[in-house]
C-alpha cells in the first residue's frame, strides 16, 4: 500500500498553487491579447502611436487563426487598452496586461502597480467622453461605470489573458432598481463593434486620456509620458520608470 508521503502534495493541490504564483509568459502564440501587443510598441499615453491611418490594426500571431483586430488607446511597457470587440455600451474598454499572465493571481508587483494605476485613469476618460459632465436627467452624477475582472471559466473568463473591463452605464430606461439587476457584473446585452463608430470613439477617447495626463502632471507632477521608455525627466516632473 502506497504511504501518505509518496502522494503528497497532490496533483491537484500542485496545479491550484500554480494559478497564484506570479509567472511571466511573453507571448502565447495563439492569444489573440498577445498578437495585439506584439503589434504595438510602448509608446507616450498623450500621442498613442498606431500604423495605419484607420486606427484599427491587425496583427498575425498565427497563420491558422482569425487576425484580431484592436481600436488601440493606450500601449504602455506593461499594459495596454483598447475597444472591446463585443461592447456591452459605447466605449466598453479592455485594459490588458502586456505579457501573457492567465489570471490576476499570475501578475507580479510591478505590472499589478501599472494596471492599477491606469484604471482610474482611464475610468475618468472613458466616463467623461461616453457620459458627459453634466447632471443626467434624474441630476444624477453621469459618471458611473463598472470595472470587472474575471479569472477562469467558472467566473467568466473567455480569453485566458488578464484583462480588465471598463464599462460606462448610461441612464437606464427603468425606474427601479431592481429592473436593472443584469448591469451586475457587468452583464448585458452585447452587440458587435461598429467599426466607423469605434474609429470616432476611440480618436474621443485619446484626447480625453492626453488631456487626462497633462492634469496628472499638472496636478500631482507625475509625467506618465516619462515611463523609462521615451526620455528622462526633468525638473518637478518625475517618470515612473519603475511603478
Not at 114 to 143: C, F, H, K, M, Y
Request: net charge neutral.
Amino acid at each position: 500500500m502506497t504511504s501518505p508521503a509518496t502522494i503528497w502534495p497532490p496533483a491537484s493541490l500542485k496545479r491550484a498553487k500554480s494559478s497564484r504564483k506570479p509567472t511571466t509568459i511573453p507571448s502565447s502564440p495563439n492569444c489573440p491579447f498577445c498578437a495585439i501587443a506584439a503589434a504595438h510598441p510602448p509608446s507616450p499615453p498623450s500621442r498613442v502611436d498606431v500604423p495605419n491611418k484607420s486606427h484599427t490594426t491587425t496583427a498575425k500571431p498565427d497563420t491558422r487563426s482569425p487576425a484580431p483586430q484592436a481600436h488601440l488607446i493606450l500601449s504602455t511597457k506593461h499594459v495596454l487598452a483598447f475597444l472591446d470587440i463585443m461592447p456591452l455600451t459605447r466605449g466598453h474598454v479592455l485594459l490588458i496586461s502586456r505579457d501573457h499572465h492567465e489570471k490576476l493571481g499570475n501578475v507580479g508587483v510591478e505590472v499589478g502597480k501599472e494596471l492599477g494605476q491606469w484604471l482610474p485613469i482611464l475610468s475618468r476618460a472613458v466616463t467623461r467622453t461616453v457620459l458627459g459632465t453634466e447632471l443626467d436627467s434624474r441630476r444624477e452624477d453621469p459618471a458611473q461605470w463598472n470595472v470587472v475582472q474575471n479569472n477562469g471559466p467558472r467566473a467568466s473568463q473567455t480569453i485566458p489573458h488578464v484583462h480588465f473591463h471598463i464599462i460606462p452605464r448610461p441612464p437606464l430606461d427603468t425606474d427601479t432598481p431592481q429592473e436593472g439587476g443584469w448591469l451586475m457584473f457587468g452583464r448585458g446585452q452585447r452587440e458587435e463593434l461598429d467599426d466607423n463608430e469605434a474609429q470616432e470613439t476611440v480618436a474621443q477617447l485619446r484626447a480625453e486620456l492626453a488631456r487626462e495626463v497633462a492634469r496628472v502632471k499638472e496636478v500631482e507632477g507625475i509625467d506618465l509620458d516619462l515611463d523609462g521608455e521615451f526620455g528622462q525627466a526633468k525638473g518637478k516632473w518625475r517618470g515612473l520608470s519603475k511603478l
